[in-house]
């Protein structure tokens, strides 16, 4: 399913029309978050995002732990593991496939052990089994069952949190006053549009820090890809953002496609993806959550091969600055 356009502009006749429903959702939703919460045998750092949709929570929960890592900590993720068929919990093995228990578990889990459940009280338990000390959540910010120690929401800059109003007739998963007090720290990924530029500037009124940064592409792999024009193929929440990563690195997009938020690809459509770079003799180039996807599938075998990935990573602005907001937990 792909998010509704008018979310990401100024609220018009379609956010007002839906404006009952979103008060009935987010009263819903604000209720739900005050529910009292299950404490771990382990930290929980959860990194989470206020709108519908992707804004860099991935890359961000990879980057806490590698910096936990560096203060001493032994940390495990924790998902929920969206598009996989496994209730969990389950430790994320190399056999395991993106049907079984997403695509973003099978990256996290290159890092650190990844645990995934449904029930995330029994994923923390797991973790814990497991020897983790820190447990760090990707997504599940707005998810009451298990007490944070720390919440770090990220923001994406682009689209920022859209028209600011609450699903359906906006992307705010709850109303930002029920959000806000319990976010520890915020997080602004990329340039800031007009919207990220206005909830910047309300945020930097309230006592959570603000870091901002950006997703940095792989050197080597912008590199490969250099003098060659390219087809590049998403399915993730926010294809735009990946085709102007591509562009920014100054790789030349040639044509684009975009399938929705963790699309799984069939055998038609990836022969069609093959056909048509080599009838315009473009190079395949997609996410590595999208390349995840492919892996252990035969019918994806061809597609996996031929596409390259254009891995990126977090870089804050400043430097340290999630580390500092870690180690706040342990010293």
Sequence with gaps: MREPAFWWREPGLASRLLAPLAALYGTVAARRMRRPGRRAR????????????????????????????????????LTRGYGGRLAGPVMVAPTHSAAQVGDEPLLLARVAPTIVAGNRVAGAAAAADAGADTIVMDD??????????????????????????????????????????????LIVIGEPGPSARAFIESARHGDAPL???????????????????????????????????????????????????????????AAGLIAKAEQSRLTLVTTEKDQARMVGDPALAALAARAKTLPVTLALDKAGGLRDLLEGLFF
């Design 140 to 185: 599940g910010f707005q998810n009451p069952s298990l007490d944070k120690d720390l919440s770090i929401v990220v923001i994406d800059g682009r689209r920022g949190i859209g028209n600011g109003r609450v699903v359906p007739a906006g992307p705010l998963r709850a109303p930002l006053a029920a959000q806000l007090p319990r976010a520890h720290a």
């Design 42 to 77: 382990a930290k929980v750092i959860c990194i989470g995002n206020l709108t519908v949709g992707g804004a860099g929570k991935t890359p961000t929960a990879i980057a806490a732990a590698q910096a936990l890592r560096d203060i001493g900590a032994t940390p495990a993720f």
């Design 211 to 269: 870091l901002t940064g950006r997703l940095a592409p792989d050197a080597a792999a912008v590199a490969a890809l250099q003098g060659t024009r390219v087809l590049a193929f998403a399915g993730i929440a926010d294809a735009e953002k990946f085709f102007a990563t591509l562009r920014e690195a100054g790789i030349a997009v040639a044509a684009t496609q975009r399938f929705a938020d963790h699309h799984p690809f069939s055998a038609a459509e």
